[in-house]
Nanobody
């Protein structure tokens, strides 16, 4: 059973930056693709970014205002961590951000088997 814990959320002004960290309870290297999702109040959970097991492939969500170019996902398998560096944040980025692990990289949350509790990101205008 993989346990995931997110950290790094908080309140930031528009244009600012945050770095989210997802720490896994055990080695996820070579076992799981990792994804970041977010969910704003009253909205469905949406894909933000994902990374393959070896970090060789990355995907970014394109629903609404694309995060590609502003967000960067990376992983450090030796440390069992996945990072989401967020820059040029906008108020519409406000949401609870979740880390997830799955057998393969995909945009759908249904693909992922393990989820963290989430971390709140609030961007003020």
């Amino acid at each position: 059973q993989v346990q995931l814990k997110e950290s790094g959320g908080g309140l930031v002004q528009a244009g600012g930056s945050l770095r989210l960290t997802c720490a896994a309870s055990e080695r996820t290297a070579e076992d799981y693709a990792m994804g970041w999702f977010r969910q704003a109040p009253g909205k469905e959970r949406e894909f933000v970014a994902g990374i393959s097991w070896n970090g060789g492939v990355t995907y970014y969500g394109d629903s609404g205002d694309s995060v590609e170019g502003r967000f960067t996902i990376s992983r450090a398998n030796a440390k069992n961590t996945v990072l989401l560096q967020m820059s040029s944040l906008k108020p519409e980025d406000t949401a609870v951000y979740y880390c997830a692990a799955g057998a393969y990289l995909d945009f759908s949350p249904d693909t992922y088997d393990y989820w963290g509790q989430g971390t709140q990101v609030t961007v003020s205008s």
